[in-house]
């Protein structure tokens, strides 16, 4: 049943890297609860626009729950209240008539603000140009049914590689640790066939690279995957941890 | 780099060694708390004191002891550090932060709880185990057991009184009967005066409650670190977390101070 909300919001603005920023507050009426919070967003800047403002910048996409890209940390969670979803797929029916939405951008060094909501997350991209491949061979693909895989590890590896890589981990984590988007990374190939010539020097070069950027260390506390809309396990981390120590201890290289 | 300095110097090597050691002094509460159960014992001490003769004489448990000390003092100093390097992850803090939806607090206050621990050790180091090795106020108590009837009396020496070794046994025979006599350091006398006072009681019984929170996240979260988390397992790994070593154990500790304050 569709209802009308009015709003409070306040919304961190930052004009750019260096800019201290600080919150703007804005009010907005008839809100349908049939909106998106994104779509709410849209309202509200197309409102700033029309004033002569400047509109709020914010991270978006397909809209649709699977391009990780939006990014906002809503009432002290990543993408707000939910579980298991983005903040494109949550819907103003989760807020009540009158109540004030806190609206920040991801808070981490290795994620630093660009403009209002929108946060570098080129950090990320790096950890995978770091080992988060395969290299396989150029020519025809072979038949699928060539290497079996056990169902459970398919399963499982499809399930580590749901991760849309969206950072609401970091976001959640009171290190700002990217340990369950990188383990996710690391899982989705260890579990599979493919993934084995490479898989213990990718796991030291991925969690090397992880270090450099500068997120925090893992204190297990299971926000991460709490907050994740992929809902990415915390078996994926303890993979991880077992692999690195393996791999640290049994590589060929000093 | 030097693949140890690499691997210890990482992320996951630093968690690596803090579960190691975090681990090591949980078997330590064990066996601290198996030993320290003979304070109920009602025997004016004999088998308490003949206990710590032997933890403080016994050259392995030496060895260990001292491999104890090198972990407390790691994985605090190391978890202090841990910390620090963590704040500075989010150098701009989030304005509002609901913790409480995705985490357990004890998992988020693990440098506080740590902390409030580390001060009771130094603590109850200077109590006990200082007095005991390098003070001058505890004494000595003979404790004369009838050999025939097993009944025990025990009686305090002087307060100049010492000898070469902590613990001397001599058998001896009067008109009474015969005695085994056994003069020991009296640490246990020491215990019970201590715990008269009711602020160090009141500080002891809270100190145990840090415990308790630092244990119900830290037992389970060492053996994900350390790659340990399968269905298989992780029920009794939770179960000795949450039931053995964040409950029995130290409420069995807290219970020491609390029974020689009512006794």
Redesign the interface.
């Known amino acids: 049943m569709e209802k009308n909300l009015n709003l409070n919001l ?1 919304v961190w603005r930052q004009k750019n890297a260096e800019d201290k920023g600080g ?1 703007q507050e804005y009010k907005l009426k008839d809100i349908s609860t049939d909106m998106s919070f994104l779509e709410m967003f849209d309202v509200l800047n197309e409102k700033l626009i029309v004033e002569g403002g400047d509109p709020i910048a914010f991270d978006h996409d397909c809209r649709e729950g699977i391009c990780g890209s939006c990014s906002m ?1 809503i ?3 990543p993408h707000g ?1 939910k579980q298991g979803v983005t903040t494109c797929q949550l819907h103003m029916r989760s807020f009540n008539d009158g109540e004030t939405i ?1 609206v ?1 951008p991801w ?4 994620f630093p603000v660009i403009k209002d909501l929108v946060v570098n997350r080129s950090a990320f991209d790096r950890i995978i140009s770091a080992g988060g491949f395969v290299s396989v061979n150029i020519g025809n693909a072979q038949d699928a049914n060539s290497i079996l895989i056990p169902k459970v590890d398919a399963d499982e590896s499809f399930a580590a590689a749901a991760c849309i890589g969206c950072g609401a981990c970091v976001a ?1 984590c ?4 990217a ?1 369950l988007f990188v383990s996710a990374k690391v899982s989705q190939f260890a579990l599979l066939p493919q993934g084995q010539p490479e898989r213990k020097q990718r796991v030291l070069d991925m ?2 690279h ?2 450099e950027e ?10 991460c995957s ?2 994740c809309p992929k809902e990415i396990s ?2 994926h ?9 393996t791999a ?2 049994s ?1 060929e ?2 | 780099m030097n693949w140890v300095t690499k691997m210890f110097s990482s992320s996951i090597g630093q968690k690596f060694i803090m579960a190691l050691t975090g681990l090591f002094l949980c078997s330590f509460l064990v066996i601290h708390m198996i030993g320290n159960l003979q304070l109920f014992k009602n025997d004016f001490g004999l088998a308490f004191n003949t206990y710590a003769v032997f933890m403080t004489t016994f050259p392995i448990i030496k060895v260990v002891s001292y491999l104890l000390y090198a972990s407390i003092l790691y994985h605090a100093f190391k978890g202090i550090s841990l910390v620090y390097k963590n704040n500075k992850a989010r150098p701009v803090k989030y304005a509002v932060q609901n913790g409480a939806a995705n985490s357990h607090w004890t998992s988020r206050s693990m440098g506080i709880l740590g902390t409030i621990i580390l001060v009771f050790i130094v603590v109850h180091m200077k109590n006990f185990w200082f007095e005991y090795k390098f003070g001058h106020e505890i004494g000595y108590t003979s404790y004369f057991t009838n050999m025939a009837t097993g009944e025990l009396k025990a009686e305090p020496m002087s307060a100049e009184y010492t000898q070469f070794n902590k613990i001397e046994e001599n058998i001896i025979s009067n008109e009474t009967g015969q005695y085994r006599v056994v003069v020991v350091k009296d640490l246990y006398k020491e215990v019970a005066t201590e715990f008269k006072e009711w602020w160090l009681v009141a500080l002891y019984v809270l100190c145990m409650f840090a415990v308790a929170f630092h244990l119900y996240h830290g037992f389970q979260s060492a053996f994900q670190t350390l790659g340990i988390n399968h269905s298989k397992y992780n029920g009794l790994i939770k179960f000795i977390g949450i039931w053995f070593f964040s409950v029995f154990i130290p409420a069995g500790f807290a219970a020491m101070p609390l029974y020689f304050f009512f006794k």
């Open positions: 306040k919150f940390f009432n002290g969670r209240p806190v920040e808070r981490a060094s290795a959640a009171k290190n700002a640790s340990m969690v090397a992880m270090d500068g997120f925090g260390a893992c204190t297990n506390t299971g926000a709490a907050e915390l078996t981390i303890a993979r991880m941890n077992r692999d690195y120590l640290e201890l590589t290289s000093k």
